[in-house]
């Protein structure tokens, strides 16, 4: 064998052996690209489903909001009724009574779904706020209840009064923990 051709055997073997190399470094520089763009794809999916679950929590505390608020603007209204009915009580509003109670019983069913709906999207700690306005609520409701009686029964003016004042002081609780759970919610919520 000559020198030539040994050049060459050594050259063609450093030339492949070169391929070899760059094969494997491109091999494993597609690996680790491959991998940083699934680390990409899982980042994604994981920030998509955080939002998702944020939109969900954030919609369910607005439409929980929100019925708690009708609850409460029912309550002014049958508050109306009652003032009417001391005045100058009549058949006419008993009925229209009757009727706001109805709305209110309709609102605050609505206010249990929504409960719900905000307590699936809630951690452990979220979980107290809410049902302290939902006690709230029905505390709210029972006493306007035994108003109701109080008024149509004729009871004394002052004890209706105190009565009054306790609803009153019930409705500032109720309106209050609202805002606490509003507090809770933001607080779980990342900024």
């Known amino acids: 064998m000559d020198s030539a051709s040994t050049a060459a055997i050594i050259g063609a073997t450093l030339g492949a052996g070169g391929a070899t190399l760059g094969a494997w470094i491109a091999m494993l520089g597609a690996r680790a690209q491959a991998r940083a763009q699934v680390e990409v794809a899982r980042i994604q999916a994981e920030s998509a489903s955080r939002t998702e679950a944020i939109s969900r929590r954030r919609a369910a505390f607005s439409e929980f909001g ?17 003032e009417r009915h001391k005045r100058a009580p009549d058949e006419d509003l008993e009925r229209e009574h009757g009727a706001k109670v109805e709305i209110l019983n309709r609102s605050i069913r609505d206010l249990q779904s929504k ?57 500032n609780q109720l309106h209050a923990r609202l805002y606490d759970l509003a507090e809770s919610i933001h607080k779980e919520l990342p900024s």
Do not use: C, N, P
């Open 66 to 82: 929100a019925a708690v608020e009708d609850a409460r603007m029912q309550f002014v209204y049958l508050e109306e009724v009652w």
């Open 115 to 171: 409960e719900w709906a905000l307590r699936f999207t809630l951690s452990a700690a979220g979980q107290g706020i809410v049902t302290e306005v939902v006690q709230s609520v029905f505390q709210l409701h029972k006493q306007m209840d035994r108003r109701w009686i109080m008024i149509y029964t004729g009871e004394d003016e002052e004890f209706l009064q105190e009565e009054g004042e306790l609803s009153r002081q019930l409705f």
